[in-house]
């Protein structure tokens, strides 16, 4: 089972899978997921972005087909008796003697005249009586199975109906631009990267200090708000008593953090600091990339950290501009950007105002 197919069936467990409409909520997080998933990672090609989301789609697609309900088999129709040939009338004038003998008399009392068939049927080469069998053979082989196959027919023609009305009237094939009516969002700028040893003190590298309440963006303790997208993973362990989510991908997949709406208006128009507890895992440094996405306040840039194996707070601070966001953000975090999928601790993920 790939990862996309079990993140799926996991958020399934969560509720009642046989609710149509808890299945399409589940699928537009999964694509909710890879669109911001996607967004996140400016480098990676257009032509990868469109082979995840058809892979996606497929994947959707064949994972439906199982809560469709099953068809009971159509009645094979039962074949009608041979019924003799009519005649015309005027040609039942001009019947023959013996033709008029065989219609009236069809018993075994029929004696048919076969003495000129039989000098035709002399007259033939085997190469004409093999091809006669074979045309008085083909038309009997052609009507040997055609309930079945219209059965299979119908059935193959109302299983791609369905899938495809299911596809169009649920919504899940729309971006999140489509989907949200409220606000328009604006388009995503690249900005300078910032790079960080993770030395912190309780500051921003700017000298800011939290001033505010801390607004808990995740715990640990509620893993329902992360999408670990593609072949990334993500499960929540305990580290000496203490819950971590341990996050694992490939240096283009980032594992998602929801940032709830109301998180993000309560920083609009201040500055803020983000804080994130974390750690490398087996005795090695790792190097992660965190991206920020925040409806219409924008983004963070990129920021790159070396974590090491011992638990630190990384804390970078965003000016956010005033107005309502519309929709709530992500934080997309890059466990390991060498590639070779070195795994990454953390405890939590929060905010505050800082000055």
């Keep these: 089972m790939d990862a996309i197919e079990n993140a799926i069936r996991k958020a399934f467990e969560k509720g009642d899978a046989r609710d149509r409409t808890f299945r399409e909520k589940v699928y537009r997080s999964a694509f909710t997921a890879l669109e911001r998933s996607l967004e996140s990672n400016a480098e990676i090609p257009e032509d990868a972005k469109r082979t995840r989301r058809i892979a996606l789609k497929a994947k959707i697609t064949e994972i439906e087909t199982e809560f469709m309900p099953a068809r009971a088999p159509a009645a094979q129709a039962p074949q009608r008796a041979a019924t003799p040939t009519r005649q015309a009338p005027e040609q039942a004038g001009r019947a023959t003697p013996q033709a008029a003998a065989r219609q009236a008399s069809p018993s075994s009392d029929f004696t048919p005249s076969v003495e000129r068939d039989e000098r035709r049927a002399a007259a033939r080469t085997p190469e004409q009586k093999t091809s006669k069998r074979r045309r008085e053979k083909a038309p009997r082989q052609r009507r040997r199975h055609p309930f079945a196959m219209l059965y299979l027919i119908a059935t193959l023609a109302a299983f791609i109906g369905v899938g495809i009305w299911w596809s169009l009237s649920s919504g899940i094939f729309l971006s999140d631009a489509e989907r949200d009516t409220s606000v328009r969002n604006p388009p995503m700028q690249l900005q300078e990267e ?4 993770g030395e912190t003190d309780g500051q921003t590298g700017s000298g800011s200090r939290a001033t505010g309440q801390w607004l ?5 303790t509620d893993p329902t708000t992360v999408a670990a997208p593609g072949n990334a993973s993500a499960e929540v362990v305990q580290d000496d008593g203490r819950p971590a989510l341990r996050i694992a991908s490939d240096r283009d997949s980032g594992i998602v953090f929801d940032v709830g709406q109301g ?3 309560a920083l609009a ?5 983000f804080s994130l507890d974390v750690a490398s895992q087996d005795g090695q440094e790792t190097q992660i990339s965190i991206s920020c996405h925040f409806g219409s306040l924008g983004s963070c840039g990129r ?5 090491g194996p011992s638990r630190t707070e990384f804390l970078f601070e965003v000016e956010m501009p005033s107005g309502n966001p519309g929709s709530g953000g992500t934080i997309a975090i890059v466990p390991d950007v060498e590639g070779k ?3 990454l601790d953390v405890y939590g993920i929060r905010t505050a105002t800082a000055e």
């Design 269 to 273: 128009g201040k500055n803020a600091i």
């Design 216 to 220: 808990a963006i995740f715990t640990p």
């Design 194 to 197: 910032d790079y960080s040893t």
């Design 303 to 307: 920021k790159r950290y070396v974590v």
């Design 341 to 343: 999928r070195r795994a």
């Design 263 to 265: 998180v993000l208006e």
